[in-house]
């Protein structure tokens, strides 16, 4: 239901900006977010954002170099300044409630995923 796409190969200080749309539901009422999960690692969150746009979550480790945005189908993750931690496969999900909740494990609907690799 959600598809993401937008990631790829970048050298580290480069950008990316990831994209997810939702192909048979809306998810205008509820929270969406963007998570990662590098081989041999556990998934972690990376951005979350309200129903609305009012409200943010973000992981200390993209603060400052990461933005989520969204409008009524669709998430975005602009990415810059990346480093070679942040390659990882990043998925969106849409939340079970309307708040920006941060633990991934409060988003129901989940994206296939797409492959992000910073080069340093």
């Known amino acids: 239901q959600l598809q993401a796409s937008g990631g790829g190969l970048v050298q580290a200080g480069g950008y990316l900006r990831l994209s997810c749309v939702s192909s048979k539901r809306t998810f205008s009422n509820n929270a969406v977010g963007w998570f990662r999960q590098a081989p041999g690692k556990e998934r972690d969150s990376v951005a979350t954002?309200?129903?609305?746009?009012?409200a943010t979550y973000y992981a200390d480790a993209v603060k400052g170099r990461f933005t989520i945005s969204r409008d009524r189908n669709s998430v975005y993750l602009q990415m810059n300044s990346l480093e070679s931690e942040d390659t990882a496969v990043y998925f969106c999900?849409?939340?079970?409630?309307?708040?920006?909740?941060?633990?991934?494990?409060?988003?129901?609907?989940w994206g296939q995923g797409t492959q992000v690799t910073v080069s340093s």
């Open positions: 954002i309200s129903w609305n746009g009012g």
């Open positions: 999900a849409s939340g079970r409630s309307s708040h920006a909740c941060a633990n991934w494990a409060d988003y129901l609907y």
